[in-house]
């Protein structure tokens, strides 16, 4: 695991394109969401909103994880400062229809999901009561959000952290099992279902995944929760910003590194053992 740490950071400093490309994208998106959002008046530019920022998400993806594919390959081959820009734009006219699929089915799955999530949690720790509207007014400042706090009761704080830990864990145990899906369709299998099927299997075929994914999900809540606390200063928020970009890329290319040396390279392995004995059988 060590040599995968190693690796990924290593790819990532010959290659600062990844966290480049990550950023401009963020930087695109925004700028999207904040012009085009003031021009929604009806259903046909609402549809054309939501549509076309779907569409730029399908299409950086696609185009992200084949550059972050490329850069493993160059790294494998010893090869450095290798354009990669060509392999962000093969990339999304190559998987931009396979992603497509792929994150519609993500949101129909969670959405799913986070139903059942909460009929479960009606059951087992009982209804949510806060008063919504209060709690999400008083998000916009810390003053606010302070007064809401300290007017809630002992049982409603209580009731409050039961649903948040609850909720975390649902969401996390569906984060692990979507964990390697977006990236077997990048190395194994365009068909969508096949590789999320594919992609659990290989999870509880090498478990040391399951570890992988606890170490990525406690260093994200550290990182949060600094994040979080630099929105007070500016400045401190831009480079926390850019930080966190930084921390993003390092998770995907070191869960794409992990992939290709320990899954891809063990199933390319036994295709290749089981290939030659059975030309030996042929033969004899």
């Known amino acids: 695991m060590r040599k995968i740490i190693k690796n990924s950071f290593n790819i990532i400093y010959s290659n600062i394109i990844l966290v480049t490309l990550l950023l401009l994208f963020f930087l695109i998106i925004s700028a999207y969401v904040v012009v085009s959002g003031k021009s929604i008046n009806t259903i046909f530019t609402s549809i054309l909103f939501y549509l076309t920022f779907f569409l730029m998400i399908s299409a950086f993806i696609a185009g992200w994880f084949n550059t972050i594919k490329q850069a493993i390959f160059n790294f494998k081959q010893s090869k450095k400062n290798i354009p990669l820009m060509s392999h962000f734009t093969s990339g999304v006219a190559d998987y931009i229809i396979p992603y497509s699929k792929l994150i519609l089915l993500l949101i129909i799955f969670l959405n799913i999901f986070m139903a059942l999530i909460y009929y479960t949690g009606i059951k087992i720790i009982g209804p949510i009561n806060i008063p919504f509207n209060e709690l999400i007014n008083s998000s916009n400042s810390y003053a606010l959000m302070q007064e809401f706090v300290n007017s809630l009761s002992k049982e409603q704080i209580i009731n409050i952290f039961n649903w948040y830990t609850f909720t975390i864990i649902a969401i996390h145990i569906f984060c692990l099992f979507t964990l390697f899906w977006p990236i077997e369709i990048m190395y194994s299998s365009k068909k969508v279902i096949k590789s999320l099927f594919e992609s659990i299997i290989n999870l509880f075929k090498y478990p040391k995944s399951i570890l992988l994914f606890v170490c990525i999900s406690i260093i994200n809540f ?35 590194v992990y992939y290709d040396e320990k899954i891809k390279s063990n199933s390319d392995s036994i295709t290749d053992s089981n290939g030659q004995n059975s030309v030996v059988d042929k033969v004899g």
């Open 222 to 256: 550290i990182m949060m929760i600094f994040y979080s606390l630099s929105m007070f200063n500016d400045i401190l928020y831009a480079v926390m910003t850019i930080i966190y970009f930084y921390f993003i890329t390092c998770i995907f290319v070191l869960l794409f």
